[in-house]
């Protein structure tokens, strides 16, 4: 091919054809690009402004349209947007459906009478709540796997369905279901006499990387979860010192927890009680008596939560003759302290707690945020006539 080349030792024309070429890629990429954007256009963007309103909609061409900025929320995934009564619910592993109307209150415990003679009349303040279910297990195996089905309402509080003892009629409802297969029975619950608004919490036990689900149980009007009055709550260092307790009937106030021991019980009587609530209960070491706190605590902040309270992670009494911080122990008498609890939601519950027999200070301490010192308060367990 000698002889082709120019005095540069170029191809004639090369330079041309190299401008060309380098033209007709800028324009590939341009048109590429554009394309890009488009599709983006028409996928994405509806997703980000939100909903336009309907009288947007009507607007004539070439003026301005109105955008809510709040975008839509998902259904079931929130208590005040929960899934309609007469849906399936579907996650990737469960489905769940209400196959009748919830029945409370007189009739319910006339069922649970009937049901088993051995049941017993709900506490005071409390109904009892009958929920008659279907739920399949869709998954391809043969691995038993456990599906939470709980109560909430306006109450502001998780009614647990292993916190009712009673017997529910026939078909009962199992909720531990090996994959393919499915179940349709009753469900018992124990909930705040009078309460509205009532959901059917949804958890896939096994999977916490699915949301919970909030299945309405009645057409009532929505629940309103934000509460007013929280805002107003008067924050305190009340107890925040280990050297400064909060006496028994004192309220705590941090800035999501407000907190009171309201009963002291120790000694003879709490160790009656404590076998009243379960014969199996051991005695305490020698040296060591026992304690029963009865505690309040209410969830004060504002972020949706469920928020979770154990009386043996977020509890520990310390003796001064020990100088350690010991765990509660034991099954105390109804109600016992586990509860979650949604913003203004409250509960008062039962703790047993190990004390020194000469000690007549203990402490106790609550830490219900991992790391967050300002959130512990101290009590001084101190029971009447000690």
Not at 208 to 235: C, K, M, N, S
Request: glycine residues 8%; hydrophobic residues 40%.
């Amino acid at each position: 091919m000698k002889g082709y080349e120019d005095a540069n030792g170029r191809w004639p024309g090369s330079g041309k054809r190299a401008y060309v070429v380098a033209m007709g890629l800028l324009l590939l990429l341009g048109l590429f690009t554009c394309g890009a954007l488009l599709a983006w256009a028409t996928t994405a963007v509806p997703q980000i402004i939100g909903t336009i309103r309907p009288e947007a909609a009507q607007a004539e061409p070439g003026t301005a349209t109105a955008v809510d900025p709040t975008p839509t929320p998902i259904i079931g995934l929130s208590r005040s947007q929960p899934h309609p009564p007469d849906s399936t619910v579907i996650l990737p592993a469960w489905e769940v459906t209400l196959l009748e109307p919830p029945i409370r209150g007189a009739q319910a415990w006339a069922m649970l009478q009937d049901a088993n003679r051995f049941n017993t009349p709900p506490p005071e303040g409390y109904e009892y709540l009958l929920l008659k279910l279907r739920v399949v297990h869709r998954q391809a195996s043969d691995e038993e796997r456990y599906l939470a089905l709980h109560v909430t309402g306006a109450a502001n509080v998780v009614h647990y369905s292993f916190h009712n003892n009673q017997l529910p009629p026939a078909p009962i409802l199992k909720t531990s279901l090996p994959g393919q297969t499915s179940s349709e029975g009753w469900n018992a619950y124990t909930i705040q006499q009078g309460e509205q608004n009532l959901l059917l919490l949804i958890q896939d036990m096994e999977d916490y990387t699915q949301p919970i689900h909030y299945l309405a149980l009645t057409d009532e009007v929505p629940l309103q979860i934000f509460i007013p009055g929280l805002a107003g709550i008067t924050r305190t260092e009340i107890g925040a010192d280990q050297r400064q307790p909060a006496s028994v009937g004192q309220i705590t106030t941090s800035a999501n927890w407000e907190v009171q021991v309201l009963q002291v019980v120790r000694g003879t009587e709490a160790w009656q009680r404590l076998v009243a609530a379960n014969r199996f209960n051991r005695p305490p070491e020698e040296g060591f008596e026992f304690v029963l706190a009865q505690v309040r605590v209410r969830y004060i902040g504002t972020e949706e939560g469920p928020h979770y309270i154990s009386r043996y992670l977020d509890f520990e009494v310390r003796n001064w003759f020990t100088e350690e911080w010991q765990r509660a122990s034991g099954i105390p008498p109804k109600p016992e302290l586990d509860a979650a609890l949604f913003p203004g939601g409250e509960v008062v519950g039962w703790i047993p707690l190990p004390v020194a027999t000469e000690d007549e200070s203990p402490i106790l301490r609550f830490t219900p945020e991992y790391g967050v010192t300002s959130a512990t308060r101290y009590f001084l367990l101190r029971a009447n006539g000690r």
